[in-house]
């Protein structure tokens, strides 16, 4: 952009809140910046968080139905509480609603929240309907947590998991926006993990349950933008290493992009909601066998350490990386 | 609109939810179409509420500065909590900013949050940021229910209370949009009434100490229609009428507005934030004498009644009032 006041992106947000927002209230557990916020209400802990999903800024009617926009809103929403350890209960969508809009598209919108909440057993308990320029759903998610909660924030010395493929989504919606060049090929995996991103709670409950886990995201950025987010969290001292032939890919990738088409939708693609953990050094064998014991299969895909720098080796090649992924910039 | 198929509003979606959604969870205790939803949390109830304000549909930077927009934002949210007699605690802000917004324009909105925050004891715990064409905050409000909490739906045989003047926001939101022929009068007071709506947090507070109040609703988007929100939500066979001479009203109006402006402006004009309520009439007596004690006004404008209609009684001429308002259309 060229007014310099103007270049700013979401960053600059969280450095106003951190200067002027200072915790007051005890029963506000963790801090502005997780995937949720914790909150202990009655003699319990809950995570609440809200996302909003806008109209060709996360999703276009082009490449998705009314009811998938709507389902993937719910998976997108929820995963924040996942990736904290909590269950997640209840939402509320506030819907604003472009002039024009077919009744027949809200029908279908709500058909999506009916469908993600019997699949994933969420009660949707109120919001509020605006018009509005452009369309898009805001939905609050409020979940219990059962035990402790996960928060983002690494430590030296753990090894780094992913629970599964990394760049199918993005890869799902680069074909998406270039359908003629793919007709034909099957190429259906690729665009559901972009569609609808599976959750595998099933998997998480049982990771969660090992109660080794020190540190989680889920991956909505990208991987370069979300490990960052992870590691450096409390400590920007921290650095990390990801081996690039760890991290698990979905093969038919390749039989549709090149090496450097990959590894970007693998670093800075996003889209995939899939879990990004740590484990302490000392505790990884008692992990690796109790996961082995549940039948559950994760990715060690590298390591955290001192030298506040994020490397990725690929072929033996260390390169840094600082940046990428998906930030909104103003 | 010209397709038929467009020509839905809010009331739309509100049927939508009564057919699709039924309710399963047993800890959230009342229905979605109230001021909030009320959860049992822990062994606690809390509401919940979310509120969108959204720039050139409910403000417009012409008219409010940055910090006054949010720091409304956070009035508009919270007033619904309050209208179900919940202790606002928490809240999380969804920003969604324009491209070419300049970070001036971020740090004023911060700034009026964290004024509001301060002045209603709330905390702000998270959220999120998004590029978005159009500017707007859609803020998740939490509140902690402490004793019963007032739901919406009235019964026959009960009087209707408002707390405060009504019109006077939309008053003043007419004078913002024709400045130049209000010039060096004194608007002041009514212009605030929209910029700043008053909850007197305080008046509230005594009123539902009293435990006879049994139906609420705040007034947000003119009295004909949260009225009808307010006594038909359990019960539609239900009716009411209001005596004009009875509703309070800002005296300096008569200076700027015809009878008929300030009809309109009273009866459809909507952002007053001001409180709904009936009590028994079995009650009113004891009711009445209590408030005196606790020195508060409040204003008896009217009855419900099981005629089904509802009716404006002005200089003894009964006239139905059934539409009016603000409803979002599509």
């Known amino acids: 952009m060229s007014n310099r006041i103007n ?25 502005i910046g997780d995937d949720a916020s914790i909150l202990k209400l009655g003699n319990k802990k809950y995570a609440v968080s809200c996302d909003i999903q806008i109209e060709n800024v996360h999703f276009s009617f082009k490449y998705s139905k009314p009811e998938e926009i709507s389902y993937r809103a719910v998976i997108v929403a929820i995963s924040d509480l996942l990736a904290m350890g909590a269950r997640p209960e209840f939402f509320l969508n506030s819907l604003n609603i ?3 809009t077919s009744s027949k598209i809200i029908d279908k919108i709500f058909y999506g929240f009916k469908k993600a909440a019997r699949d994933f057993n969420l009660e949707l308990i109120g919001g509020n309907v605006s ?60 665009i559901q993990a972009y569609i609808k991103p599976e959750l ?20 909505t950025d990208g991987l370069t933008i979300d490990l960052k987010r992870l590691i450096k969290y409390k400590d920007k001292s921290l650095g990390a290493s990801i081996i690039w032939e760890k991290i698990p890919i979905e093969r038919s990738l390749y039989k549709f992009f090149n090496q450097k088409t990959i590894e970007n939708l ?19 064998k008692v992990f690796e066998s109790k996961i082995k014991s549940k039948k559950i299969k994760v990715h060690n895909i590298g ?23 998906f930030l909104h910039r103003f």
Chains 1, 2 share one sequence.
Not at 7 to 31: G, M, R, S, W
Not at 267 to 283: P, Q, S
Not at 303 to 325: P, R, Y
Request: aromatic share 8%; net charge positive.
């Open 200 to 219: 595998n709670i099933h998997k998480l409950n049982k990771l969660i349950s090992t109660n080794l886990i020190k540190s989680m995201i889920d991956v």
């Open 266 to 284: 693998v670093m800075n693609g996003g889209d995939d909601y899939k879990f990004l953990f740590t484990v302490d050094e000392k505790d990884k």
């Open 303 to 325: 390591n955290t350490d001192n030298t506040g720098v994020i490397k990725l080796i690929k072929s033996g090649m260390v390169k840094k990386i600082d940046s990428g992924g």
């Open 98 to 100: 472009k002039k024009g």
């Open 7 to 31: 270049n700013f992106d979401e960053n600059y947000i969280y450095k106003i809140l951190k200067k002027n927002f200072k915790k007051n209230n005890k029963n506000f557990l963790n801090n």
């Open 131 to 190: 018009s509005s320029k452009q369309f898009s759903l805001d939905l609050t998610v409020i979940g219990v947590v059962k035990k402790k909660y996960i928060s983002r924030g690494s430590s030296v010395g753990q090894n780094i998991y992913i629970t599964d493929n990394l760049g199918t989504a993005s890869a799902g919606l680069k074909i998406l926006k270039n359908k003629k060049k793919y007709e034909g090929l099957n190429v259906k995996k690729i």
